[in-house]
């Protein structure tokens, strides 16, 4: 059984960081794109920032310049590191991801979401 799960949310002030961790767990042969999204209330979930299997990365141009993805992909953890955090990017991140596995050979898979506030 595959998990994803975040951490490293929290409450910020406005021009702080924070630093989010994904962890991949459970039988797996390999992970291929894997991003962060994010959900604000009442807004639709969005793409903020994703990385591919061999490192290539794009991001949403609201976190541009403020936010790094990036994966260590021997420990099957992605990273995201948010600068000059805004009022704004409050939100629930979550972590996806492409996993080959056991059985399903390949599907995706949601973590289950790590707040950040970012107070004014």
């Known amino acids: 059984q595959v998990q994803l799960v975040e951490s490293g949310g929290g409450l910020v002030q406005a021009g702080g960081s924070l630093r989010l961790s994904c962890v991949v767990s459970?039988?797996?042969?390999?992970?291929?794109?894997m991003g962060w999204y994010r959900q604000a209330p009442g807004k639709r979930r969005e793409s903020v920032a994703n990385?591919?299997?061999?490192?290539?990365?794009n991001y949403a141009d609201s976190v541009k310049g403020r936010f790094t993805v990036s994966r260590d992909n021997a420990k099957n953890t992605m990273y995201l590191q948010m600068n000059s955090l805004k009022p704004e990017d409050t939100a629930v991140y979550y972590c996806?991801?492409?996993?080959?596995?056991?059985?399903?050979?390949?599907?995706?898979?949601w973590g289950q979401g790590t707040q950040v506030t970012v107070s004014s």
């Open positions: 996806n991801a492409d996993v080959y596995s056991r059985r399903p050979l390949y599907a995706n898979y």
């Open positions: 459970g039988t797996i042969f390999s992970i291929n794109d």
């Open positions: 990385i591919t299997g061999g490192g290539s990365t």
